[in-house]
């Protein structure tokens, strides 16, 4: 009576855990989402600060032909654009599938199928956040900095990591969630369609 008392409250606790664990990755997701649309911003921004300062060097001489480093700070926000968006993209759904072998299993197939590709995509980002990481720390250590700009190249590299980062977290969610039998996607988080 004492043991079975005590195995429920221990499932209870694990699943509680399992439920914080998922809740904080959700969280970082939608944080990832918002640093990702925030860099769209900067960078749709910085390009059009470019083009008027040329535009307007043609009209006025005196001012310069184009705002120095543009291009490359315009490289940095996308590549940190993309990689911070990929999580709460993964969790919405909005990545490119190929539903046709999904759609034609049955349900503990389908589950079965979820369960490894999210495996093979965990094993697969992972990889790529280790080798992220350190090439990111060699770019620390030996002070590399950008030829054009002088831009220490660790911090550029530094946001694809944590981007590359909360895409595996958020496959590592995925992974739990098709093993415990959840949703996968929250479909509460896709933009809204207009309505006509």
């Keep these: 009576m004492i043991g079975d008392l005590s195995l429920r409250q221990s499932g209870i606790k694990r699943e509680q855990a399992v439920k914080r664990l998922l809740n904080g ?21 910085l390009m059009l600060a470019e083009l008027t300062i040329r535009m307007l060097s043609n009209i006025f001489p005196g001012l310069p032909g184009g705002l120095p480093y543009t291009w490359e700070y315009c490289s940095y926000l ?17 990545h490119i599938r190929v539903n046709l072998l999904l759609s034609n299993v049955s349900d503990r197939a389908r589950q079965g199928l979820e369960i490894a590709l999210s495996l093979v995509g965990l094993l697969s980002v992972s990889f790529m956040t280790v080798a992220m990481t350190v090439f990111t720390w060699s770019s620390f250590a ?5 030829a054009a700009s002088g831009t220490p190249l660790w911090v550029p590299k530094l946001t694809v990591t944590l981007g590359i980062l909360l895409l595996a977290l958020q496959l590592l969610a995925r992974l739990i969630q098709a093993v415990l039998g959840l949703p ?6 896709k933009p809204s369609a207009s309505q006509e």
């Design 25 to 45: 990755i959700e969280r970082l997701s939608l944080l990832d989402g918002w640093v990702g649309a925030a860099c769209l911003m900067l960078l749709i921004a």
């Design 78 to 94: 996308m590549a940190t654009c993309f990689t911070f968006g990929a999580a709460m993209t993964l969790r919405t759904g909005g």
């Design 142 to 146: 030996s002070g590399q900095v950008s």
């Design 184 to 189: 996968l996607e929250d479909s509460r988080m």
